[in-house]
């Protein structure tokens, strides 16, 4: 990931969980660019549920933390911001492939 400022930050998505075509799990984990885990940051767990109805795909995501204080870290650190601006720029990829 790269910041607005340039700033680079790394981390490790573990799939933990794979079903074709409806859903994947992952584990991820803040690190350096040696994918040394970071242990002093918040981890989080994801699960990306998708389906399909009258020809449009719909994904559902939910993102668990270990503790409200790691959830309120990545919320400090920019996630909401970060994420916003990946589904702004997904849709916009989407538009165009139609």
């Known amino acids: 990931m790269v910041s607005p400022e340039g700033q680079e930050h790394w981390s490790i998505q573990e799939y933990t969980s794979i079903s074709a075509k409806t859903n994947f799990k992952i584990s ?4 350096d660019n040696d994918e040394n885990i970071n242990k002093e940051m ?3 767990k994801w699960d990306l ?3 399909e109805q009258n ?3 719909s994904v ?3 993102i668990k933390h270990n503790t409200l204080a790691d959830l309120e870290q990545h919320i400090q650190m920019g996630f909401k911001e970060g994420f916003t601006m990946t589904l702004n720029a ?9």
């Open 28 to 31: 991820s984990v803040f690190a």
């Open 42 to 44: 918040p981890s989080s």
């Open 49 to 51: 549920n998708f389906s």
């Open 55 to 57: 020809g449009t795909t």
């Open 60 to 62: 559902s995501i939910i």
């Open 90 to 98: 997904l849709d916009k990829l989407f538009k165009n492939l139609k």
